[in-house]
């Protein structure tokens, strides 16, 4: 839908009004004529007003305090992006594959006009949020796009550890990053592969987590890592989260690898938050096993993914389910707990399977592609 025009012309048929009048003899009639178009001047203001996202030569922002969420594009995570395959695997053979498995997203729109969020509203099937349920209070632009980046850091590890568990694959935990002026900066460093914590022996990065978050901020925790090949032992003082003074942080972004020499690589710029989980775990198993998982048919789907398997819910999905139905999607891989969302409204011919767990979507993909009934999500 088109923005309507800024009512810049208005002022050309009251001066040839003017004009004529004057040229009758009317004294009067320039008069109310006058007084017509001052009247009106609020009204172009406004009109004009409701277009801008900021006061002309000021920083004075005109933006409405809502978000318009909508459909965003799909990935193909078996497929390319800028010439850079979207899950790239290192150090072992890869099957072929066919068909898609399809990561979706939601594409949200900030600093809207009036005349914006009102177009979004009428013109689209966006929904118009509070800003405050994509920038919480207090909290800045920035720090949500870092804490999205740290999300979808988080949910690749996850996605490689919960694939190497299908797999029946070993895996460790590895340094990722170490923050910037975090009690981690010296005694840690990146591909540090972590072993121990307190003594006890960790493979994922939640045991970690798990083992840190037992303490309190300013305690202390011992490390082994293995450093290129030598055992290192190290302390942290905790320092406070960002988020919470009462939780206490190491300092670090962490990883999982195989332990054999093989490393899985998400290549997705851009794209914050935890929901591609799922999909990323289920094209590693795709690459790393032999046939098609998807039966070389078109799936698309969304959901966050544990270490241990578990599928949960995501934010958005009737926007997702909305993406895959415009985009010749066959199967949809949904969230038990994200059903009655996913099906509240129109998704045409699309199939709305029901997963729990990474084991729920490899089934649902063979029952398909084998023509037996799948477990759907309900209205």
């Known amino acids: 839908m088109k923005l309507p025009p800024e009512p810049s012309a208005q002022s050309d048929p009251s001066e040839h009004e003017v004009g004529r009048a004057h040229d009758d003899g009317d004294r009067a009639a320039p008069r109310r004529l006058d007084t ?3 009247g009106a001047v609020p009204v172009v203001v406004l009109a004009s007003l409701m277009v801008m996202d900021h006061v002309p030569f000021t920083d004075i922002s005109l933006a409405v305090p809502y ?6 594009p799909m990935f193909d995570t078996l497929g390319e992006v800028e010439g850079e395959q979207v899950v790239s695997i290192d150090g072992a053979d890869t099957d072929e594959t066919a068909g898609e498995l399809n990561m979706t997203t939601v594409s949200v729109r900030t600093n809207m006009s009036l ?6 509203w009428v013109g689209t099937d966006d929904d118009l949020v509070p800003i405050e349920q994509v920038f919480p209070p207090n909290v800045s632009e920035e720090d949500v796009q870092k804490s999205n980046e740290a999300a979808f850091l988080m949910s690749e590890s996850a996605a490689t ?3 190497m568990h299908y797999l029946g694959a070993e895996v460790k935990v590895v340094v990722a990053e170490v923050l910037e002026g975090s009690p981690a900066q010296g005694p840690l460093q990146a591909d540090d592969v972590i072993t121990h914590v307190d003594g006890r022996e960790v493979d994922q990065p939640g045991q970690v987590q798990d083992l840190v978050r037992a303490k309190k901020p300013g305690e202390e925790v011992a490390l082994t890592v293995d450093r290129g090949g030598h055992e290192e032992h190290v302390t942290v003082t905790l320092a406070e989260s960002d988020e919470d003074p009462h939780v206490p942080q190491v300092g670090i972004l962490m990883t999982s690898a ?3 020499d093989i490393k899985v690589n998400y290549n997705l710029q851009d794209v914050g938050g935890p929901s591609a989980g799922m999909m990323f775990s289920l094209a590693v198993i795709d690459k790393l096993s032999p046939g098609e998982l998807n039966g070389g048919r078109v799936v698309a789907g969304t959901g966050t993914i544990a270490e241990s398997g578990e599928v949960g819910p995501i934010g958005g999905i009737v926007h997702k389910v909305e993406a895959a139905e415009e985009n010749g999607v066959e199967l949809f891989l949904a969230p038990s707990s994200n059903c009655a969302e996913a099906m509240s409204r129109d998704r045409g011919d699309l199939v709305v ?9 490899v089934t649902a993909m063979e029952d398909f592609t084998a023509g037996r009934d799948v477990k759907t999500c309900q209205p």
Request: proline residues 7%; glycine residues 6%.
């Open 67 to 72: 978000a318009a969420e909508g459909p965003g």
């Open 353 to 361: 399977a029901s997963v729990d767990t990474l084991e729920d979507a």
């Open 258 to 260: 195989p332990v054999e």
């Open 115 to 120: 005349a914006q969020a009102a177009a979004r």
């Open 161 to 163: 550890v919960a694939a």
């Open 36 to 38: 017509a178009l001052w």
